[in-house]
């Protein structure tokens, strides 16, 4: 079951870097000619380190954590995406019917997906089970939420997601990059390994697929 699980992380990773770098960054160029796009990003990274140093502070003593803090963290940046989430479909929806319909199969698609890999994070960062798939469940539920605000506030949208889909990205390379691909560099056997990486190079693969059909 372990050895399922970080591969699981793998895909994870790959599927946080594709949706970063694929994904939340290209679609906030397209829509957007800002210059400090990127200093969002960073931003993101920046206040996703500070809020480790303080979940390991808070959790953890001597150094022995039962609960992996990047596991809060992973929470915290799937339930800022899937807010957005439910922007961009209530927003879809709002200027035609059928493409809100297209734009929420997209966002199953890509989601689907996501979500096993970010319940594997949780199993192999000391959730069990069942708390996986309740905080899981809460962190999705961000997306009605999300929906709800995206009907109401659509003409605000612009300038709000400006920040916050960049921020939401650092957030996930930070969580990528810092947290679970150390992780995967825990494994001693290169077989095992190189399974691993091509986990998450199709986790990066799929994300890009996505995109490519959304377009």
């Not at 990066?204 to 959304?214: N, P, T």
Request: hydrophobic content about 55%.
């Amino acid at each position: 079951m372990d050895k399922i699980i970080l591969s699981l992380v793998g895909f994870s990773a790959g599927a946080l870097i594709g949706g970063a770098f694929l994904h939340l960054i290209p679609e906030i160029i397209e829509e957007c000619d800002c210059t400090y796009i990127f200093l969002f990003v960073i931003s993101g990274i920046m206040v996703f380190f500070i809020l480790e140093r303080i979940l390991f502070w808070h959790h953890c003593h001597e150094g022995v954590c039962d609960v992996h803090t990047f596991t809060y963290m992973n929470l915290i940046g799937d339930g800022i995406h899937n807010f957005i989430d439910g922007i961009v479909i209530a927003t879809t929806f709002k200027l035609n019917i059928n493409l809100g319909m297209i734009t929420t199969l997209m966002i199953m698609a890509h989601e689907l997906p996501q979500e096993i890999g970010d319940f594997a994070v949780l199993l192999h960062g000391g959730f069990s089970k069942s708390k996986a798939l309740l905080f899981n469940f809460i962190s999705a539920v961000t997306a009605i939420f999300g929906a709800v605000f995206g009907y109401f506030f659509s003409s605000t949208m612009e300038n709000f997601s400006t920040f916050l889909l960049p921020f939401a990205a650092g957030g996930f390379i930070y969580i990528a990059m810092s947290d679970l691909i150390p992780e995967l560099h825990k494994e001693q056997k290169l077989s095992k390994s190189m399974i691993h990486f091509m986990l998450f190079t199709i986790g990066i693969v799929f994300m890009l697929v996505i995109r490519l059909i959304g377009e």
